[in-house]
């Protein structure tokens, strides 16, 4: 087994499963309907991605792998999402700053791997990026409503922008089996990807009468599967029925 | 208008609905007619908002990721049929922050199945089954109601339900076919379910209020008891399929009439659901007025953002 | 095995199990350090019982059970909890109400329980009269200080007696085993204790310038293994371990 | 008083602490005694308080009852050293309100290890083994320090510290005699506290400040890197016992001088993390936080009941 692709593969698709996990929460519980659907909607195309991706490395593992043992039947500190993308649903400035930051990142990346020269990850980005990039339209714009709102909103997502910040360096970490799979061909280089990001990002803030955060210290772990600790909870609910289920079918 | 107009013009209305025209909401309509058109399909609407949780309560906890997507899309159903019934209402002058209103205070009803609460994964087979089974009969009916956009957004929301009632048994024969504790967790949800389910057909005709008028309006076809047959006896040979029981020691098929006769409801748990003290009011009213609240700032960001949007629109013009 | 005494035993001890765990949520969250480690306290006492019974249960039952197979591997359908313990600690009004319905109910049970004819359950209850009844006084206390506090306390301790107040009727049910157990001796007849509950309550609450809910609806469930939602969340993090990895020693 | 009487109090004042005599609250000391005591003591005290966040991550989910017992018993022991040492402070005039509200505002600092998420079970033992380990040494020589009341808080949180640094290898072994799974998840712990820990002695002797006038005060007894090289030298043998791996590839005996040569320790991310910057300082100021404002309305409550039956009690006089 190509043990490399296998965790480059993990490491995008862990960040869409978390995140569409996050998202998951708050189906019903949204300020609007319209929210809630748009966000949920969010949360469907990154299950979609995830199942995809995770399909392709079940086969790269072989055995008995599925796209279930794999979601759910990993221990916390294999999980390679970011940190971003686990930090908790406080308020929904904080639902949109997370997005907005993920986003950006992740249209980035899915524009890139359409060109992998691995060609499961190039159609599965290929499919992908029209999703994404609706993603990012919508987290924008709430991002900019919300800055653009009232002083209240202002001042909840200038709140969440910078509680959030300090998870955004992590992004362009490169591991060892991603900087082979890059050598490759098949990986994104998202060290790259670096400047460009805090550029657009920087530019929807400007446009949102929202702070640049300032800060130099930036937090990091999760690619390296040392999460925060909401983390456990998260998974604790997400793999209940099949740890406590095992080999079924649903 | 004199009361002789008044009249003729309820004379005309009743008229086309006994031709089957639709009634659109900019036509002429008596008082009574607007009003019970608001109160059922807000009503409606606001079953399927507060119908979002117990189920929205698995989403976390899905056993595989195809059934994560499946229900997350259900659920995203639900929200959009609220979406559709709120519009139909609006469109009789009704705005959808009053209905919420109406909602929160406990002056309007939702259906009291949603009240229950989700105590395992099999209850989202038994929702899908049982719950929108019953739903289904209660609905089909409405895609011919006399008033025009509740009659299309009853086809739109009868096609997703019907799909959705699939998808619940589905998940029902996926657990009767699994492990024995799969089956077990079936036929208590089953259990479960049952009895709730029959509940949402109504009260029995002696009980029922407005029921000729809405016959008339073609708000409805069939009496409670009659629908709630039809759903017994479409119900049943589909546990018979999935190898559970019916939790009802008297029901059994009845060579003569045709149609199985079942056993007596409890009508005091009915009522005592409807008044606001089941298992789940109080949770599920709580859930919905603190989204609503948690969600104010949202939404006067929206309002502030699209008025400053308007203002330097026009000033730019 | 004796199914009819291990179901009591269950019955009885999940309620310390659950109500144990939530008070362990609030361990460091509290509002003062004194009452942080007097809530602990009160855990502490409840799992010290919990075990006790569990492995008494686990001798009953035979096999390969143990306290920790009972505490963390049974499915949510077979705990026997009230639905009264595992609400949640939504504020602090709500912990000292719950622990107060809980605690004159416990003490009223425990005092009995000394009578069993089954000597172990005796024994247990004879080991933790004391301990309730140090509960009870705690609870008791706080809920007047803050019946009696200020107008915000007050009325935040009326909101969380008249949220709870639906759950105390089934406190009071009778299930098929229990009368069982009743008939042999060996377990409490919570039906004859009602009323002297309700009087005791009374009185305090009266005494604590809290209105006494009329309130003729109940809500029951917990005692047949039928949980409020709120259940299957605290069962993800209790069982989180032992589901995560079976068959292991800690 | 004039300074020449303030130089002879002080004088006596030393000579009083060299003869091992101990300071009580209400003698005679000089301001900046007082003022570094504050410091020292209240700076213990919120570490025992903040530290307690990070294991209470784990109570609800402790792999057994035992554990659980055990580790709720742990958490309540260091809450009650906080309340010793806050109740210490209070002698030397400041009130446990003025010291969190340092806290919270940053002002104050504590241990700097509890900055770090827990992330496994096995960090459960990885904390009582090498941080608990780690503060004994640092706590030790307080049991005979000048002030009276620190002293003897002292004595009493040394003793418990012991018994949790016992419990917490204990924790350890188990998994190191456990599965495989087990085993790594020890491995693991170490690897992510072993640094962290050394850290905890504080910056190298150079960098460190107070250092003289704090062992004339036997507020210290030892130099950092002595203290650190002691906790090396009596980790190390543990670690082989576990079987487990210290991650320091420079670690090696020294036959020379008898102690454990070992690797750089990584001083940029010490300060990042002293300076608010760590993984978890923002969690665990949030949690004090947002603990003590959630408390606040039961706090003014037990406050005017206390009034209130105070009032009662006179006029009955």
Known sequence: MNNNLYNYILGVADNSLILAQRLGELCGHGPTLETDIALTNISLDLLGQTRSYYQYAAKIKGEDATEDSIAFLRLEREYKNVLLVEQPNTHFGFVIARQFLFDVYHYMIMQQLQNSKDLNLAAIANKGIKEVSYHKRFSSDWVKRLGDGTSESNQKIQEAIDALWRFTDELFDILEADQKMINEGVAVDVSKLKAAYYEEVSEVLKEANIQIPESKYFTRGGKKGIHSEHMGYLLADLQYMQRTYPNMTW | MSEHEVKKLEEIFEARIARDEKIEPKDWMPEKYRKTHIRQMSQHAHS??????????????????????????????????????????????????????????????????????????????????????????????????????????????????????????????????????????????????????????????????????????????????????????????????????????????????????????????????????????????????????????????????????????????
Chains 1, 3 share one sequence.
């Not at chain 2, 990721?65 to 995203?76: E, F, G, S, Y």
């Not at chain 2, 922050?97 to 909602?103: P, T």
């Open chain 2, 48 to 317: 399927e908002i507060v119908g979002m949780l117990p189920e929205g309560n698995w989403i976390t906890r899905a056993p595989s990721l195809r059934r994560k997507a499946a229900l997350l899309a259900k659920v995203q159903d639900e929200a959009g049929h609220g979406l559709y019934l709120y519009s139909a209402c609006e469109t009789l002058g009704v705005s959808r922050d009053e209905l919420f209103e109406q909602l929160h205070s406990g002056k309007a009803k939702y259906s009291s199945i949603f009240n229950y609460p989700t105590v395992t994964w099999a209850d989202m087979g038994a929702i899908g089954w049982l719950v929108d089974g019953a739903a289904i009969i209660n609905q089909v009916p409405l895609c011919n109601t006399s008033f025009g956009p509740y009659a299309r957004a009853m086809v739109r929301v009868c096609k997703e339900e019907s799909f959705h009632q699939r998808q619940g048994y589905e998940i029902m024969l996926t657990l009767c076919k699994g492990s024995e504790e799969q089956k077990e967790m079936a036929q208590d949800a089953l259990n479960r379910w049952w009895w709730p389910s029959l509940m949402m057909l109504g009260p029995t005709d002696a009980e029922s209020v407005h029921t000729e008028q809405s016959m008339k309006w073609k708000l409805k076809r069939k009496s409670n008891d009659e629908l709630r047959q039809q759903f017994i006896d479409q119900t049943v040979p589909q546990a018979d399929i999935l190898g559970l029981t019916i939790p009802d020691p008297d029901l059994k098929w009845n060579e003569e009439t045709g149609h199985y006769d079942f056993g007596e409801i409890d009508w005091d748990e009915f009522w005592q659901v409807v008044k606001g003290h089941g298992p789940c009011n109080k949770e599920r009213m709580k859930a919905r007025v603190d989204a609503w609240e948690n969600g104010a700032w949202v939404r006067d960001a929206a309002m502030a953002h699209a008025e400053k949007k308007q203002k330097n629109l026009k000033e730019a013009i």
